[in-house]
């Protein structure tokens, strides 16, 4: 079956360290996006890429990358610049303009 | 720009009972607009799209919504709620044709259904 696949489904992050969570999918989609959720919050768009080896900021990019080596991943680093990483991290793909997302299951970050 | 309104962040209802989840919208173009549900600890699911073809929209699990341009909402709707409804649902906006692959989507902040006895 064709989806999403986000790793790990938990994080711990240390102060003052890097971490990436992964995401690959298999549905052949061209864009690609992050969000970050917190409670009462919705959903917040932080990167999103179009194609290959190219990548905007959304809403709330300070303090996280992300790189679009190949179509199929699109990982997000949370670096230590980002003073309150912990939240639920989403990934998404769609193929088309203005045709639905389809969402991993998410990563729960937190810090230690 | 545009944006997404979800009265009520809670709601409560008896199984069996009528279910509505309130989205206003707002957008500087013709919308195309999306509802989501959310169990606890998964991404977000599909439940149905309004892309500017009929105004009543069916979607999976007994659920539907209408498009009302006058009143800028794309409520949700089901007759009887099932305790399985219970879960986080948001609507969201995109916005309209030829803004490419990437156009972005604007969500509600949620609004969490619970489903009693």
């Known amino acids: 079956d064709g989806g999403i696949t986000q790793s790990p489904k938990y994080l711990f992050r240390k102060e003052g360290q890097n971490v990436t969570l992964s995401c690959e999918q298999n549905l052949n989609h061209d864009a690609m996006y992050w969000y970050r959720q917190d409670p009462g919050q919705g959903l917040r768009l932080i990167y999103y890429?179009?194609?290959?080896?190219?990548?905007q900021k959304g809403d709330i990019a300070e303090g996280y990358s992300v790189s679009r080596e190949k179509k199929e991943s699109f990982p997000l680093t949370v670096t230590s610049a980002q003073k309150n990483p912990t939240a639920f991290y989403l990934c998404?793909?769609?193929?088309?303009?203005?045709?639905?997302?389809?969402f991993g299951d998410g990563t729960r970050l937190s810090i230690l | 720009a545009q944006s997404v309104t979800q009265l009520g962040s809670h709601v409560s209802v008896s199984e069996g009972a009528l279910v509505l989840l309130r989205c206003n919208y707002s957008s500087s173009v013709p919308p195309y607009l999306f509802w989501y549900v959310q169990y606890p600890n998964q991404g977000l699911q599909l439940l149905l799209k309004y892309t500017s073809a009929a105004t009543l929209v069916k979607g999976i699990n007994g659920f539907e919504a209408e498009f009302k341009k006058s009143e800028t909402s794309f409520h949700l709707t089901k007759p009887s709620a099932h305790m399985s409804d219970a879960a986080e649902y948001f609507c969201a906006v995109s916005e309209g044709v030829g803004t490419g692959t990437a156009s972005k989507l604007t969500f509600g902040t949620g609004t969490r259904l619970q489903v009693t006895l």
């Open positions: 998404a793909s769609k193929d088309r303009a203005n045709q639905p997302q389809h």
């Open positions: 890429s179009q194609i290959v080896n190219d990548f």
